[in-house]
């Protein structure tokens, strides 16, 4: 393989695989290297993936699924089992979080871990936030996906004794500067338990809060 020369051992060594990024990729080179993953690993992960490449490799990998809102296809030889007793909470301050929540979600999923989606409770109806709390307290990782000003990782980090993942989003009008503000107000809190990924990146908040999990 000339074009590639994929981990497929990464899984050993580290307890997560390496995925797919399909961007900047052909759609043959998506599928040569999704066929050299699995084949090793009886399973694969594909992020920011769209429906032509998801129509692809389903046409390879018939069991192959996709979770549209967050652009992810996971191709397993079985349905990935739950093997975690204790959850993270995936969180978003809005609505059109979302995506990159599910980007979150969905390899969580893929990774064995439970979860909980606790979707559109920002700071601007707070009392939303409360109404789920007894969710994010028991969470053993929280990631929160938060674009605009950034600002609910740090009040759910003053609420839960658990490490919180802020994700900011690239969602916002013009000086959310496409999720730089929210990125810089998530470096800066003041709550110590919460911790920063790049802007949209729902994926690595995945894997880090599988390790967290597991």
């Known amino acids: ?3 590639a020369n994929p981990d497929c051992f990464r899984q050993n060594r580290q307890n997560f695989p390496e995925a ?7 759609v043959e ?7 050299k993953l699995y084949e090793t690993n009886g399973k694969t992960i594909l992020t920011r993936a769209d429906k032509k490449i998801f129509t692809a490799v389903k ?8 979770n549209e809102p967050g652009r992810v296809i996971s ?3 079985k349905n990935p089992e739950i093997t975690t ?3 993270v909470a995936v969180v978003t301050a809005g609505t059109a979080d979302i ?6 979600a969905e390899t969580l999923l893929f990774l064995g871990n439970k979860i909980e989606r606790v979707y559109d409770i920002g700071v601007a109806g707070i009392h939303r936030l409360f109404e789920n709390q007894e969710k994010l307290i028991n969470a053993k990782c929280v990631i929160v996906c938060a674009g605009m000003e950034g600002a609910l990782p740090s009040i759910v980090g003053g609420l839960v004794k658990c490490p919180v993942i802020g994700v900011p989003t690239s969602v916002g009008y013009g000086a959310s500067f496409k999720g730089l503000t929210a990125l ?11 911790c920063a990924v790049n802007i949209d990146d729902g994926f690595g908040a995945a894997i880090i809060s599988h390790l967290i999990n597991k």
Request: hydrophobic residues 40%.
């Open 1 to 3: 393989m000339k074009f």
């Open 20 to 26: 797919i990024y399909c961007p900047g990729k052909t």
């Open 29 to 35: 080179h998506i599928i040569s290297i999704t066929k």
């Open 59 to 66: 046409k390879k990998f018939p069991k192959a699924r996709y």
């Open 75 to 77: 191709v397993c030889k």
């Open 85 to 87: 007793k204790t959850y």
């Open 99 to 104: 995506p990159v929540a599910e980007e979150a």
């Open 184 to 194: 810089f107000t998530i470096l800066n809190s003041c709550a110590a338990n919460v």
